[in-house]
């Protein structure tokens, strides 16, 4: 089986990964990938706003840490990219972060659904105690839909990355993914595949078969990621991620160069 690219990989700079890039691409190429993008948090205004992300200060640091990896490993392409918070009222700050590098791709992801809460923070766990869960999911899903309508990304992420610790709505929410999806493709935007949540409480790639079937229904195209924050997690359950891809409809990824897409064919 020929992997696709893995387009979600993080390094130590947001504080909660391990190991250095180069060991990122080395266990890439041992998995037999030929193609490969590191996308870490990208820093806020504020370095304190969290604690899960690179500080700006390093974001130079990081970029040339992917740069100096693409000269040591010739024998795999490596993407430069970030995955960037959407949050309202930030969107200014996003494009700046989009033009100070050669990015190939930026992938948008919504962790919080309020201005404190980042829903998938194992600290914040408790949170969910103290909230609605289907207007947690509401809300999550509305965040999503302005990501999409935004046009600052070229990828969403594990679009329904609210089930993380093994939390479900009670009523239907897919007139609202539906809503999404049709953004994203008017956008022309892709989501992605997500091996992360066979790690988590869940125990579920992100997207839901229902929600990857509806995408293919709406013409929504994607990517593929491990959203890893070790080197061993890389390219972790893709094949059960291709199984799922397939079994949807998929027949095609995408991947990117200078924030412009390609398409592959998936094997």
Avoid at 163 to 168: C, L, P, T, V, Y
Wanted: with cysteine.
């Amino acid at each position: 089986m020929i992997l696709p690219a893995d387009y979600h990989i993080h390094t130590k700079l947001c504080r909660h990964a391990v190991g250095e890039v180069e060991e990122y691409v080395a266990k890439a190429i041992e998995r037999g990938l030929t193609e490969i993008g590191f996308s870490d948090h990208a820093p806020m205004p504020d370095d304190n706003f969290d604690d899960w992300r690179m500080k700006f200060s390093e974001l130079n640091s990081y970029v040339n840490s992917i740069f100096e990896a693409r000269k040591r490993f010739p024998q795999i392409t490596i993407r430069l990219a970030l995955e960037l918070d959407f949050i309202p009222g930030y969107e200014e700050w996003i494009k700046k972060l989009s033009g100070m590098y050669p990015w190939d791709y930026l992938i948008g992801s919504v962790h919080y659904v309020e201005n404190k809460w980042d829903i998938d923070n194992p600290n914040k766990k408790d949170e969910w105690n103290r909230h609605n869960v289907t207007e947690v999911w509401e809300n999550y899903i509305k965040r999503l839909i302005k990501a999409a309508e935004s046009g600052l990304f070229d990828i969403i992420g594990h679009v329904d990355l609210a089930k993380k610790f093994g939390h479900f709505p009670e009523k239907d929410c897919s007139d609202l993914f539906r809503e999404f999806l049709k953004t994203v493709r008017r956008t022309n935007t892709l989501i992605e595949i997500n091996t992360a949540g066979l790690r988590k409480d869940c125990r579920q790639i992100y997207p839901d078969p229902r929600i990857l079937k509806m995408a293919k229904e709406e013409g929504v195209g994607i990517t593929f990621g491990s959203d890893s924050h070790a080197p061993d997690e890389v390219a972790m359950d893709f094949d059960k991620a291709i199984d799922l891809a397939k079994s949807c409809g998929f027949s095609e990824y995408h991947v990117f160069e200078s924030r412009k897409k390609l398409v592959k064919r998936l094997n």
